[in-house]
């Protein structure tokens, strides 16, 4: 009986030996995250970014524009 290897997919758990594109992981992150902020402060940029830690809602909309988030 073979046992297979569990693939560690977790973002913390990342194997860098080979690189890894660190941007593209935060850019996912963002693109998965603000989303799900906003739906749950109901469409409230400033509730949305208390949620995720931001400064305030102008910071939220800067990371929006930048990883593309609408």
């Given at each position: 009986m073979f046992?297979?290897?569990h693939n560690?997919?977790?973002l913390l758990d990342?194997?860098?030996s080979q690189g890894i594109d660190i941007q593209n992981i935060i850019s996912d992150l963002?693109?998965?995250y603000i989303p799900k902020a906003?739906?749950?402060a109901n469409g409230s940029k400033s509730?949305?970014?208390e949620l995720?830690?931001?400064k305030n809602y102008?910071?939220?909309t800067n990371w929006m524009d930048k990883y593309d988030v609408k």
């Open positions: 046992v297979r290897p560690n997919t977790s990342r194997d860098v963002v693109r998965q906003l739906a749950h509730k949305a970014a995720l830690g931001l102008q910071t939220l």
